[in-house]
């Protein structure tokens, strides 16, 4: 048994795998892959429908607000996102909190002037700015809601009277947060949500043709409004295994059901980390991430060892970002809470052969 604490692609629950994969040799008893049927059957709409139906109800946006499966990870929407959004004339608030953040200002500069209102970088990142003002004449905000290399996470989100815009990449669909409050939404599917290949977009329409730049017709998010996600073939394979892990999400109980389990195994490891002699957390408390958990050994030079001891366990994926060094254990939604108490028995072990 592997206990898959990878940050991303990233573990998915083992029934989308298997439903998966009998798609892809037979799909409904049709005799055909989901890979070979044409993306404007019948059979595939069904598919697109309800992957944006279930993204609708699970986050339970409103009307204004339109979802989309689109090609490309994140970093399309870096330079996406400003393209619909930003004339070159004006100005776009950006918080820094770390490495996807500071890529998503590099390519909002490429549209538009952009403030940096607060930043993290004098703490290395370890902390979530509190104390900033954004301006009520720029375009709109963005942030970035948790940051998977760092292991920080907006607990609050901050209140804007402009568009707020929010990377959730590796936070989305693990906890109830107010979704309407955002005016646009991204996140790249491989974290929480499917393959790699696609990116889940929620956008209030009414943000939209405000620019007057030309914007390449695959670029404009209006005409993947029109065409109901369908402007050219979309990745099929990748929103059809989302839709799955919407399912699964689904029948789980939703966001809120899914966010105590989340809870619960972030306490479980934080708790370890708090209490055991040799580990030490990076993150300041109150900005942890319950998404992905960032921890080093007081002597690193410990830490070779206790990554061979926890590999013997089955324990994959848990070391840390180069930036940060030390040990990263992502505790996405499909992970299971006894893979976390795996980790934690073997830091205690750990701790009394090296104590
Ligand atoms: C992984 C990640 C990205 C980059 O995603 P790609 O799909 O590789 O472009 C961007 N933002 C955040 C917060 C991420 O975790």
Redesign the pocket.
């Known amino acids: 048994m592997v206990h898959n604490f990878n940050a ?1 692609p990233s573990i998915l629950p083992k029934e989308v795998f298997q439903q998966a994969s009998e798609a892809v040799l037979n799909y409904q008893n049709s005799g055909l892959s989901i890979l070979e049927i044409g993306h404007r059957t019948s059979t595939f709409q069904a598919v697109m429908d309800e992957a944006r139906a279930l993204v609708k109800e699970l986050m339970q946006l409103d009307a204004d607000h339109e979802v989309l499966f689109l090609h ?5 929407q870096f330079m996406q996102v400003p393209m619909n959004l930003l004339d070159d004339k004006e100005t776009a608030a950006y918080a820094d909190t770390g490495v ?1 953040g500071i ?1 998503a200002i590099k390519e909002a500069k490429l549209f538009g002037k952009v403030e940096v209102v607060c930043t993290g970088k004098e703490s290395n990142y370890t902390i979530i700015p509190k104390d900033f003002a954004v301006p009520n004449d720029a375009k709109y905000f963005h942030i ?1 809601t ?3 290399i760092y292991g920080s996470q907006w607990q609050k989100i901050p209140k804007t009277s402009i568009p707020l815009v929010g ?1 959730m ?2 936070d989305i669909f693990s906890r109830v947060i107010d979704f309407n409050a955002f005016d646009l939404i991204y996140a ?1 599917a ?2 929480n949500m499917g393959p ?1 290949g696609v ?1 889940l977009l929620v956008v209030n329409k009414n943000i939209l043709g405000k620019v007057k730049r030309a914007i390449p017709t695959i670029m404009d998010y209006r005409n993947h409004i029109k065409e109901g996600s369908m402007l050219n073939t979309p990745p099929v394979f990748a929103v059809f295994v989302c839709m799955l892990t919407l399912r699964w999400l689904k029948a789980l109980g939703g966001i809120a059901a899914v966010e105590k389990l989340n809870d619960a195994k972030a306490v479980l490891l934080y708790q370890e980390i708090d209490s055991n002699p040799l580990f030490t957390g990076t993150v300041a408390k109150e900005d942890r991430s319950k998404m992905n958990v960032c921890f080093v050994m007081k002597d690193t030079s410990l830490e070779e060892a206790f990554l061979n001891f926890t590999k013997e366990k089955g324990i994959a994926g848990i070391k840390g970002h180069r930036l940060v060094g030390g040990f990263r254990a992502s505790l996405y939604n499909a992970l299971p809470i006894s893979s976390v108490e795996v980790l934690v028995q073997a830091m205690k072990e750990f701790a009394v052969t090296n104590g």
Not at 72 to 76: D, L
């Open positions: 991303g490309g990870g994140a970093s399309t996807w890529k970035t948790n940051n998977t990377d990449s590796s790249g491989q974290k790699a990116n």
